[in-house]
T-cell receptor
Framework: DAKTTQPTSMDCAEGRAANLPCNHS???????VYWYRQIHSQGPQYIIH???NNETNEMASLIITEDRKSSTLILPHATLRDTAVYYC?????????????FGKGTHLIIQP | EAGVAQSPRYKIIEKRQSVAFWCNPI?????LYWYQQILGQGPKLLIQ????????DSQLPKDRFSAERLKGVDSTLKIQPAKLEDSAVYLC?????????????FGNGTRLTVT
């Protein structure tokens, strides 16, 4: 699977949009971009994923650049409960079996 | 929809002892995964099952770790004998199917401490 690069940590004010960047410059055409988050003492929680097009669900929006080399996860109105580690993962046939390969993620801290 | 269930939630054992973890995936999910998460790191895949067959166990330390998924539903992960470096959270995840367009759903894990 292609490698991803994320900032180690970010802060965001409560009520503002949180924009989490991810670089995946070696992504292949058939690899998906996944976002998960992990709140302390819980298992990872699926947020959203996409291949080429931007995606939106009840939790977040995923913006993938046209060249697919980077993406941004947007939490539109961050709350204190959004404080977590956010993982950007690229998953596709190049990596063999379809289990996810996690990096260290971005620790997002929502400030009151 | 009930989530992925894991037990026990916590386990403390001494090194060289054995331990087993249990996972019940979401109903109907054919694919099941075990991950190990060491403190401060992201989860690392140990083994993947499709129904009751192993798809990938390339990162499972087979000299001490074993896993099974009898009848293609529940799964157990065993460590025998445990080492200090096995202290970690063991996460189970399931997915309705194989393939890269199918999100994983995780349980809350079993936190193992080896003393």
């Amino acid at each position: 699977d292609a490698k991803t690069t994320q900032p180690t940590s970010m802060d965001c004010a409560e009520g503002r949009a949180a924009n989490l960047p991810c670089n995946h410059s070696t992504i292949s055409g058939n690899e998906y971009v996944y976002w998960y988050r992990q709140i302390h003492s819980q298992g990872p929680q699926y947020i959203i994923h996409g291949l080429k097009n931007n995606e939106t669900n009840e939790m977040a929006s995923l913006i993938i650049t046209e060249d697919r080399k980077s993406s941004t996860l947007i939490l539109p109105h961050a709350t204190l409960r959004d404080t977590a580690v956010y993982y950007c993962i690229v998953s596709g046939p190049g990596g063999g079996a379809d289990g996810l390969t996690f990096g260290k993620g971005t620790h997002l801290i929502i400030q009151p | 929809e009930a989530g992925v269930a894991q037990s026990p939630r916590y386990k403390i054992i001494e090194k060289r002892q054995s331990v087993a973890f249990w996972c019940n995936p979401i109903s109907g999910h054919a694919t099941l995964y075990w991950y190990q998460q060491i403190l401060g790191q992201g989860p690392k895949l140990l083994i993947q099952f499709q129904n009751n067959g192993v798809v990938d166990d390339s990162q499972l330390p087979k000299d001490r770790f074993s896993a099974e998924r009898l009848k293609g539903v529940d799964s157990t992960l065993k460590i025998q004998p445990a080492k200090l470096e096995d202290s970690a959270v063991y996460l189970c995840a399931s997915s309705p199917r194989t393939g890269y367009n199918s999100p994983l759903h995780f349980g809350n894990g079993t936190r193992l401490t080896v003393t």
